[in-house]
C-alpha cells in the first residue's frame, strides 16, 4: 500500500502551451490524491513569477501545493517580500533550499545556506509554514563528506524544518543507511524518498551528473543496450523504480516524492503498481 506521505514535483513552464500541458498533467496526477504538488524555483528567483503561477493554478483547482524557494542570490527584503505573498495567498507548505550557486563573480546574495533561509523565515513567519528541506542520501556533490552533509542537514532540523526530501537515488541501502545515521545523529524528522521514474536515458545520465546521483553499473549498462528503444527503456525503468519503491515503503520510508518531469504517465504507472 502506497505510502500516505505522497507528493508530486513539477517545474514551471515557460510557454502558455507548457502551461495547458502541465495543467492537463496535474489534473491526471490529481486522481492518484497525493498529499501536495510542489513547484521547483529558479536560483535567484529565476522563476518566481512562474513558480507563484503554478502553485496558485493548482491551488484554484482545490489541491494542496508548495513552492520551492531558494535563497542564493537573493536579499532579505526579497525573500520578505514573497513569503508576505505567499502568506497572503493562503500557502501553508514551502520546499525551501539553498539552490544553485552563481557562476564567477556574481553575488551570492545575503543567505549562504539553507539553514540560514529557514532561520530567517522562522524569525519572521513563525510556525505559519510547513518547511520541507533537501537532503542527499549519497552526499551532496559540493560537501566535504558524508559527516559534514549530515551536520548540514541538522542545522537545518535546528533552525526550524519539519521534513526533509531527498534527491533521487537507486540504490536504497544508500537511503536507508542515510536514515539511520540520521537518527544516531538525533534527527528525528520524516525523510521522505525522492524518486525519479526512468523513461529516457540520455536525459537521465545528464541530470545525474549534474546532481550528483549514482546509477548504479547493472542499470546504466541494460539502459545502454537498448540504444533507440524507448518502449524498452520504459518499460525496464518502470520494473527497476517500482522495485525500489516497494523496497523503501516496506522498510520504513515515510513517504515518496516524485520528480514528474511534468509528465503523468511514468509516475501514474508506478502508482498503479504500488496500490
Not at 190 to 218: H, K
Amino acid at each position: 500500500m502506497i505510502a500516505h506521505n505522497f507528493s508530486i514535483e513539477f517545474f514551471p513552464p515557460k510557454t502558455a502551451e507548457g502551461a495547458e500541458k502541465l495543467r492537463a498533467t496535474w489534473a491526471q496526477l490529481a486522481t492518484l490524491n497525493p498529499k501536495y504538488f510542489s513547484v521547483t524555483f529558479g536560483a535567484g528567483g529565476s522563476t518566481q513569477k512562474g513558480t507563484l503561477d503554478t502553485v496558485l493554478g493548482l491551488i484554484r483547482d482545490g489541491h494542496d501545493a508548495a513552492p520551492h524557494l531558494s535563497c542564493i542570490g537573493s536579499s532579505r527584503d526579497s525573500i520578505r517580500g514573497i513569503l508576505r505573498q505567499y502568506k497572503s495567498h493562503g500557502i501553508k507548505r514551502i520546499v525551501a533550499l539553498r539552490g544553485d550557486q552563481p557562476s564567477g563573480d556574481a553575488s551570492h546574495g545575503e543567505f549562504r545556506y539553507a539553514s540560514e533561509l529557514i532561520e530567517f523565515i522562522r524569525a519572521e513567519t513563525g510556525d505559519c509554514f510547513h518547511l520541507e528541506v533537501a537532503v542527499y542520501p549519497e552526499m551532496h556533490p559540493q560537501a566535504k563528506s558524508p559527516q559534514d552533509d549530515l551536520q548540514n542537514f541538522a542545522r537545518k532540523v535546528k533552525a526550524g524544518a519539519n521534513a526533509a526530501i531527498t534527491q533521487y537515488f537507486y540504490n536504497a541501502d544508500a537511503y536507508f543507511r542515510f536514515v539511520e545515521e540520521s537518527h544516531k545523529a538525533g534527527i528525528t524528522v520524516p525523510i521522505v524518498a525522492g524518486i525519479m521514474p526512468i523513461t529516457n536515458y540520455t536525459q537521465l545520465m545528464r541530470f545525474s551528473d549534474m546532481c550528483g546521483a549514482e546509477i548504479p553499473r547493472w542499470i546504466r549498462l541494460k539502459l545502454a543496450s537498448y540504444g533507440d528503444d524507448s518502449a524498452s527503456i520504459k518499460a525496464f525503468g518502470m520494473d527497476v523504480v517500482t522495485q525500489l519503491c516497494e523496497r523503501l515503503l516496506a522498510g520504513g520510508a515515510p513517504g515518496l516524492h516524485f520528480y514528474s518531469m511534468n509528465q503523468a504517465a511514468a509516475t501514474m504507472g508506478i502508482w498503479q503498481r504500488l496500490v
